[in-house]
């Protein structure tokens, strides 16, 4: 075959493209190379030239590889996934495309690019995994989501809202407004009509109501919409059975109350990343399809960080939701110094990076307390690194417990900047944060779990003369 392939042919295809590529013959072997493939696979087999490219085909993958090129060599393009494997173990996730080279009426090799995918490989399997908690999530909380579109009249619901509802899924996932309505329990039809009446004029509406589903069971259930999107209306659907026998009242509808509202949050927050993250995979679909190769191997780097940046900040907002609907109660009696004290040795580099100094002030009053150990220290945690935040360049941190009462208090007070008045109140509610990328969600944590121990979290500020976040449970 090397008689087909002059240098100055070699040389013009290797500069159409820029991505990695090779020659081979009909057997298999490599012929040529250009730069770009050298310094790929180069790492993995410095002596490239003239092997079989199989053999550089990792052993699960060498059949597929093999049946591509046999296909190749019929006259097709084929592209294919595999993991490359060098003689160290060392591996890479690669995108391959062949195309067959004819000399007359006969094919005589292929023409074989190589495109790098380790990265956006482990971006696909981040997404996937920040999808699966999701779902995690929605499933312990028992909601889902829905969209509206307020013209057709038209639903789409999420898997968890079918189910709640005892139906099967439809191909689509849309189902008609007016077979909701149908699945409503008489007695609550007016009022869930009224609700629907007002999302055709924009308001938004928390409603909670009976459905009865196809088996005949009645179930209590609460919707909620406050987004709206490209033209459609966007909210939460809840299964509230458990509590909604008791009319929702009391400390329950309280919870239930927060649960609902941060539900929503995540839906409309994780939305933004999700459509950044799916307009990035397109780009790059198109680069692996041959169209665009120049410009996205020139943005790819840019791309990856931004998908990495959305996959991260789902994966936070997650693994905080997961966090507030798994919160389990196993009171036992805790030594509170030696709690706070192990909360500090966890978060001793932290403090030392920050260039913080932290005292401990603690009330010998409040030695043993009743408590959940694991949740109140995740509850500290947060206040704790919300004091580091608020001091970027240094300072003292005090962590103070007072007795009042049959109360303790636990005091966490930085020297940062603080928040403006009007920013207090808002404090602590899903999604509003005064740091930027902050989702606060923490706090959100820490107010609960407070909650959950029969006490409380507040807040107190004085701009430029620091923050004070309160706790206050029982002994």
């Not at 006969?106 to 956006?120: K, S």
């Not at 902050?438 to 620091?466: K, N």
Request: net charge negative; proline share 4%; glycine share 8%.
């Amino acid at each position: 075959m090397r008689q087909y392939l002059d240098t100055d042919s070699q040389h013009a295809l290797f500069q159409l493209h820029p991505d990695s590529m090779c020659v081979l013959d009909m057997d298999g072997a490599v012929i040529a190379l250009n730069q770009a493939a050298a310094n790929l696979i180069g790492v993995l087999f410095p002596n490239w030239m003239g092997l079989s490219f199989f053999a550089v085909i990792a052993p699960e993958h060498r059949d597929l590889g093999v049946a591509h090129f046999k296909r190749c060599m019929q006259g097709g393009v084929e592209r294919y996934d595999a993991h490359m494997q060098g003689p160290g173990g060392q591996r890479i996730d690669m995108q391959v495309t062949q195309m067959p080279i004819a000399f007359g009426q006969q094919w005589v090799g292929a023409y074989t690019i190589l495109q790098d995918v380790t990265v956006f490989r482990d971006m696909q399997r981040s997404l996937l995994k920040s999808q699966m908690q999701l779902s995690y999530a929605k499933k312990m909380a028992r909601f889902g989501i829905w969209e509206l579109d307020p013209i057709y009249r038209v639903l789409k619901w999420s898997d968890e809202i079918f189910g709640i509802f005892g139906l099967n899924k439809s191909p689509d996932g849309f189902i008609p407004l007016v077979n909701v309505l149908d699945m409503v329990h008489p007695e609550d039809r007016a009022v869930v009509e009224q609700s629907v009446a007002d999302t055709a004029r924009e308001l938004s509406y928390d409603v909670r109501y009976r459905i009865v589903r196809p088996d005949g069971e009645e179930r209590f259930v609460r919707s909620r919409q406050e987004a709206i999107y490209e033209g459609k209306l966007m909210g939460t659907l809840q299964d509230i059975s458990d509590w909604g026998r008791v009319q929702y009242s009391g400390q329950q509808a309280d919870k239930l109350a927060s649960l609902a509202k941060l539900a929503s949050g995540v839906a409309h927050e994780i939305r933004n990343p999700l459509t950044s993250i799916k307009g990035f995979v397109r780009l790059f679909e198109a680069s692996f399809s041959g169209e665009g190769l120049v410009n996205a191997a020139a943005n790819r780097e840019k791309y990856l960080q931004i998908i990495n940046d959305e996959v991260l900040r789902i994966e936070r907002i997650i693994a905080e939701l997961v966090s507030l609907v798994t919160a389990q109660s196993f009171v036992e009696c805790v030594n509170l110094p030696v709690l706070m004290q192990g909360l500090i040795n966890d978060s001793k580099d932290k403090f030392e990076q920050a260039n913080i100094h932290v005292k401990m002030i603690a009330d010998p009053r409040a030695i043993l307390i009743r408590c959940e150990p694991g949740q109140l220290k995740r509850a500290l945690g947060n206040l704790v690194q919300n004091a580091i935040d608020a001091m970027p360049d240094g300072g003292i941190l005090r962590i103070v417990t007072v007795t009042i009462g049959d109360q303790v208090q636990i005091q966490v007070i930085d020297q940062g900047r603080g928040v403006q008045p009007d920013e207090l109140p808002k404090l602590g509610e899903p999604f509003y944060s005064t740091k930027e990328g902050g989702t606060g969600l923490s706090l959100l944590v820490s107010r609960q779990i407070a909650a959950l121990h029969g006490g409380s979290l507040t807040f107190a500020s004085e701009p430029d003369h620091g923050f004070t976040a309160t706790m206050t449970i029982p002994l």
